[in-house]
C-alpha cells in the first residue's frame, strides 16, 4: 500500500510533535516533513513532493492561507487540509476560495484527522462537523444577509502579501528585505505599492488591513513602527 506523504505546518513544536506522534498509528500515513512557518512549508512542500499539507492559518513570516495559495500554484495536485483553532466564517470562506480541501478544528480527535487525510486523498473535501454546519447554514441563507461577505485582498500580489505580513509582525525594512532575500529599496517600493493601492498613509494602517483581511490575526503580538 502506497503511504499518503503528509507535512505537517504548524509553528508550535508541541503541536506538530503531537500530530505527528498521533498519526504513526495510522499506518497508511507518513509524515514526511513539519514546518513551523508559511514560509517553510512552501518550501518543503516544493522539496518534498507531499500528498497531504496539513495546514495552521495563524503562523508567522508567512500565514498558512497564503503558504496554501503558493503552495497549490506550484503544485495543484497536493492536497492541503487546514487545521485551526479558529473557525471564523471569514477564515472558512477564504478556505474554500483559495483551494483548500478541508478545515478542521483543532479539538478535532487523532481518528478524524487521520480520517480527513485518507478522505481528501480520495478527492473528497472533508470539514469538521462544526465548519460543515456554518457551511450548510451560509448556502440556505438569503443572499442579503451579509455574514459571510469577506472583503479580498484583491489587486496584491503574492509578493506583496508577503511583504505586508512582515510589516504588519512588525519586522522593519531591513529585516524584511534579508527575510525575502531582496534589496531594501525594493522593500521600501513594495511598502508605497501597497500604500498607493490600499489608500493606506502608515504602517499602522497597514496592520489593521493584513489583520482584518485575516493575513495575520488580532491575537499576534506586532509592534507599530
Given at each position: 500500500?502506497?503511504?499518503?506523504?503528509?507535512?505537517?505546518?504548524?509553528?508550535?513544536?508541541?503541536?506538530?510533535?503531537?500530530?505527528?506522534?498521533?498519526?504513526?498509528?495510522?499506518?497508511?500515513?507518513?509524515?514526511?516533513?513539519?514546518?513551523?512557518?508559511?514560509?517553510?512549508?512552501?518550501?518543503?512542500?516544493?522539496?518534498?513532493?507531499?500528498?497531504?499539507?496539513?495546514?495552521?492559518?495563524?503562523?508567522?513570516?508567512?500565514?498558512?492561507?497564503?503558504?496554501?495559495?503558493?503552495?497549490?500554484?506550484?503544485?495543484?495536485?497536493?492536497?492541503?487540509?487546514?487545521?485551526?483553532?479558529?473557525?471564523?466564517?471569514?477564515?472558512?470562506?477564504?478556505?474554500?476560495?483559495?483551494?483548500?480541501?478541508?478545515?478542521?478544528?483543532?479539538?478535532?480527535?487523532?481518528?478524524?484527522?487521520?480520517?480527513?487525510?485518507?478522505?481528501v486523498m480520495s478527492g473528497k473535501a472533508f470539514y469538521s462537523p462544526q465548519v460543515s454546519k456554518r457551511l450548510r447554514d451560509h448556502y440556505h441563507r438569503p443572499e442579503r444577509d451579509g455574514a459571510l461577505v469577506v472583503k479580498k485582498a484583491t489587486g496584491l500580489t503574492s509578493r506583496e502579501l508577503e511583504v505586508i505580513q512582515l510589516v504588519a509582525e512588525g519586522q522593519?525594512?531591513?529585516?524584511?528585505?534579508?527575510?525575502?532575500?531582496?534589496?531594501?529599496?525594493?522593500?521600501?517600493?513594495?511598502?508605497?505599492?501597497?500604500?498607493?493601492?490600499?489608500?493606506?498613509?502608515?504602517?499602522?494602517?497597514?496592520?489593521?488591513?493584513?489583520?482584518?483581511?485575516?493575513?495575520?490575526?488580532?491575537?499576534?503580538?506586532?509592534?507599530?513602527?
Amino acid at each position: 500500500m502506497k503511504l499518503i506523504k503528509t507535512i505537517l505546518a504548524d509553528d508550535h513544536t508541541i503541536v506538530r510533535e503531537g500530530l505527528r506522534a498521533l498519526l504513526l498509528a495510522d499506518k497508511g500515513i507518513e509524515v514526511v516533513g513539519e514546518a513551523h512557518n508559511g514560509r517553510e512549508a512552501v518550501e518543503m512542500a516544493a522539496a518534498l513532493h507531499p500528498d497531504v499539507v496539513v495546514m495552521d492559518i495563524a503562523m508567522p513570516l508567512l500565514n498558512g492561507l497564503e503558504a496554501t495559495r503558493q503552495i497549490l500554484e506550484a503544485s495543484p495536485a497536493v492536497k492541503v487540509l487546514i487545521l485551526s483553532a479558529h473557525s471564523d466564517d471569514a477564515y472558512i470562506d477564504r478556505v474554500i476560495s483559495i483551494g483548500a480541501v478541508g478545515f478542521l478544528i483543532k479539538q478535532t480527535s487523532a481518528q478524524i484527522l487521520a480520517k480527513a487525510i485518507h478522505e481528501v486523498m480520495s478527492g473528497k473535501a472533508f470539514y469538521s462537523p462544526q465548519v460543515s454546519k456554518r457551511l450548510r447554514d451560509h448556502y440556505h441563507r438569503p443572499e442579503r444577509d451579509g455574514a459571510l461577505v469577506v472583503k479580498k485582498a484583491t489587486g496584491l500580489t503574492s509578493r506583496e502579501l508577503e511583504v505586508i505580513q512582515l510589516v504588519a509582525e512588525g519586522q522593519a525594512n531591513k529585516q524584511v528585505a534579508a527575510g525575502l532575500n531582496i534589496s531594501i529599496k525594493t522593500v521600501e517600493k513594495h511598502r508605497q505599492h501597497l500604500m498607493d493601492k490600499l489608500n493606506i498613509h502608515d504602517t499602522a494602517g497597514l496592520t489593521r488591513y493584513a489583520i482584518a483581511q485575516g493575513i495575520i490575526e488580532s491575537s499576534v503580538q506586532v509592534t507599530i513602527v
